[in-house]
């Protein structure tokens, strides 16, 4: 079992940022591929960006590629998301995602294992 918990969400104005982090606990962090998703209200949940367990490759969506960067320290079992020039479409509770070592699929959320609870972004215009 994984256990993950994400911080950093919070109210900020269009244009700034903000870093969330997702904790894990349980089981080696290090083989562990990590995903960041995102619902907004009445809508579906998107992916928003991930990173392999080697910390080498990282994907990002459409939408958030170019202000969004994924990284993650092996040592403090935790993987982060920078979010910068946020945008009020940018509003959602945000996932973090733990799924096997080997991912082929780290969009669609299929693979994924385990699930956080969710942190609040909200980004005002």
């Known amino acids: 079992q994984v256990q993950l918990v994400e911080s950093g969400g919070g109210l900020v104005q269009a244009g700034g940022s903000l870093r969330l982090s997702c904790a894990a606990s349980?089981?080696?962090?290090?083989?562990?591929?990590m995903g960041w998703f995102r619902q907004a209200p009445g809508k579906e949940r998107e992916f928003a960006a991930a990173?392999?367990?080697?910390?080498?490759?990282?994907y990002y969506s459409d939408s958030v590629k170019g202000r969004f960067t994924i990284s993650r320290d092996n040592a403090k079992s935790t993987v982060y998301l920078q979010m910068n020039s946020l945008k009020p479409e940018d509003t959602a509770v945000y996932y973090c995602?733990?799924?096997?070592?080997?991912?082929?699929?780290?969009?669609?959320?299929?693979?994924?294992?385990?699930w956080g609870q969710g942190t609040q972004v909200t980004v005002s215009s």
């Open positions: 995602a733990a799924g096997p070592l080997f991912m082929r699929d780290y969009v669609s959320g299929s693979e994924y294992e385990y």
């Open positions: 349980g089981r080696t962090f290090s083989r562990y591929g």
């Open positions: 990173i392999a367990w080697s910390d080498v490759s990282t």
